[in-house]
T-cell receptor, first 112, second 116 residues
C-alpha cells in the first residue's frame, strides 16, 4: 500500500543552522507530495508541494525536491529561526484514492 | 473567511462514555475529511465526505465510531462507547470539490480526546 516514512524527532538545532528532515514514500503510481506544518496551538497548514518528478516546492525559505529515483521528498532550509519550531509532516496524495497519507511527523526545536 | 473550526478543543471522558466531536468546514467546501493522530504517531485517515455522502470510510477503526454530515455542512464524529485507545487528536479538514491543486486541504486545530 501507499505509505510515508519520515525521520524520527525531535530535531534540535541552533538558530541559523541548516535543516534537513528526511522523507521517503512508497506508492503505486505517481503521487503528489506535500509538507504540512503544525505550529504550537495551531492546525496543520500546507508548507509546500510538488506534483511531479523533479519539481521543487518552496515556501518561507524551505525547499523540497520530488526525487522519483530515490522516492524521496526531503525538506531543507538553509538557516532556521526560532519561529520555525513546529511539527513537520510529509504526506502524499493519490488522485485514485483522493486522500492524504501522512508520515509520523518530525518535531523541530530551534534554540536561540 | 473563517477557517475550519473544531470543538471541543479538548475533551476528557471516562472509558465507556460517549463523546461527540464537531467540525465546521470552510463555507462552500464539499470535501470534508476526518483524521486522527494517536500517541505522536502518523496522522491516519478516518473518512471522507463529499457533501453529505460518505465517499470513503475505510479508515474508521470499528463500529464504535459514527460520522455524519448533515445537509452537507458541518460534521460530527461520535465515539460510543469510548475506549482508552481512542485517545488522540482528531483533525478535520476540508477542500473545495475538484480543486485544481489536489491534496491541498485546510485543517482545523484539532480536538484532543483523552479517555481515562
Amino acid at each position: 500500500g501507499n505509505s510515508v516514512t519520515q525521520m524520527e524527532g525531535p530535531v534540535t538545532l541552533s538558530e541559523e543552522a541548516f535543516l534537513t528532515i528526511n522523507c521517503t514514500y512508497t506508492a503505486t503510481g505517481y503521487p503528489s507530495l506535500f509538507w504540512y506544518v503544525q505550529y504550537p496551538g495551531e492546525g496543520l497548514q500546507l508548507l509546500l508541494k510538488a506534483t511531479k518528478a523533479d519539481d521543487k516546492g518552496s515556501n518561507k525559505g524551505f525547499e523540497a525536491t520530488y526525487r522519483k529515483e530515490t522516492t524521496s521528498f526531503h525538506l531543507e532550509k538553509g538557516s532556521v529561526q526560532v519561529s520555525d519550531s513546529a511539527v513537520y509532516f510529509c504526506a502524499l496524495w493519490m488522485d485514485s484514492s483522493y486522500k492524504l497519507i501522512f508520515g509520523s511527523g518530525t518535531r523541530l526545536l530551534v534554540r536561540p | 473567511e473563517a477557517g475550519v473550526t473544531q470543538f471541543p478543543s479538548h475533551s476528557v471522558i471516562e472509558k465507556g462514555q460517549t463523546v461527540t466531536l464537531r467540525c465546521d468546514p470552510i463555507s462552500g467546501h464539499d470535501n470534508l475529511y476526518w483524521y486522527r493522530r494517536v500517541m505522536g504517531k502518523e496522522i491516519k485517515f478516518l473518512l471522507h465526505f463529499v457533501k453529505e455522502s460518505k465517499q470513503d470510510e475505510s479508515g474508521m477503526p470499528n463500529n464504535r465510531f459514527l460520522a455524519e454530515r448533515t445537509g452537507g455542512t458541518y460534521s460530527t464524529l461520535k465515539v460510543q462507547p469510548a475506549e482508552l485507545e481512542d485517545s488522540g487528536v482528531y483533525f478535520c479538514a476540508s477542500s473545495p470539490f475538484r480543486t485544481g491543486a489536489t491534496g491541498e486541504l485546510f485543517f482545523g486545530e484539532g480536538s484532543r480526546l483523552t479517555v481515562l
